[in-house]
T-cell receptor, first 114, second 111 residues
Framework: DSGVTQTPKHLITATGQRVTLRCSPR?????VYWYQQSLDQGLQFLIQ???????AKGNILERFSAQQFPDLHSELNLSSLELGDSALYFC?????????????FGQGTRLTVV | EDQVTQSPEALRLQEGESSSLNCSYT??????LFWYRQDPGKGPEFLFT???AGEEKEKERLKATLTKKESFLHITAPKPEDSATYLC????????????FGRGTQLTVWP
């Protein structure tokens, strides 16, 4: 158990809908990262938050947004969902901004868009 | 463009048959190379971090090494429970904590 908690584990929703994925980082970790894993793309970085502030942005669609709250948990919001958004979404956390430390991953949320 | 390439894509070994997985990278300002293990439907599990050429890390049957252009994950006398996908990832100095992942090597160890 990495100590990173993601909910829900599975999510099935229809095209055009909006969903929210939740992540609780390991105790004491200040950074939260979101990654998307699909069969054809592998693990792709979406966005990083550090102590409540956006730190880095990767290949995140405009339909997607995230935030990190004062208690350091994070949410990833996906809207206007398309079939191609079906994937595993992982959250990871690290102690600092990530320069010199490892990231530990949660068990993921499997999103299926039908 | 930064790239992380892993080979082979898939590897089947008999229990006890040692082998190596390769991760080659082209990235400017390497700030660390990371190995993760991923079981089907699960999150990546951290294994090792390597920071400089010549560095080696060991854990049970696994040993990771790093050169200026590639890393190897050596698996000695593997067991069926070592079956998983092994992912390699790198960090660049200019992008802080972001990890750039390879596509992984799917290892199957049969008894």
């Amino acid at each position: 158990d990495s100590g990173v908690t993601q909910t829900p584990k599975h999510l099935i929703t229809a095209t055009g809908q909006r969903v929210t994925l939740r992540c609780s980082p390991r105790s004491g970790d200040l950074s939260v990262y979101w990654y998307q894993q699909s069969l054809d793309q592998g693990l792709q970085f979406l966005i990083q938050y550090y102590n409540g502030e956006e730190r880095a942005k990767g290949n995140i669609l405009e339909r997607f947004s995230a935030q990190q709250f004062p208690d350091l948990h994070s949410e990833l919001n996906l809207s206007s969902l398309e079939l191609g958004d079906s994937a595993l979404y992982f959250c990871a956390s690290s102690v600092d901004g990530g320069q010199n430390t490892e990231a530990f991953f949660g068990q993921g949320t499997r999103l299926t868009v039908v | 463009e930064d790239q992380v390439t892993q080979s082979p894509e898939a590897l089947r070994l008999q229990e006890g048959e040692s082998s190596s997985l390769n991760c080659s990278y082209t990235v400017s300002g390497l700030r660390g190379l990371f190995w993760y293990r991923q079981d089907p439907g699960k999150g990546p599990e951290f294994l090792f971090t390597l920071y400089s050429a010549g560095e080696e890390k060991e854990k049970e049957r696994l040993k990771a090494t790093l050169t200026k252009k590639e890393s190897f994950l050596h698996i000695t006398a593997p067991k069926p429970e070592d079956s998983a996908t092994y992912l390699c990832a790198v960090k660049r100095g200019s992008t802080l904590g972001r990890l750039y992942f390879g596509r992984g090597t799917q290892l199957t160890v049969w008894p």
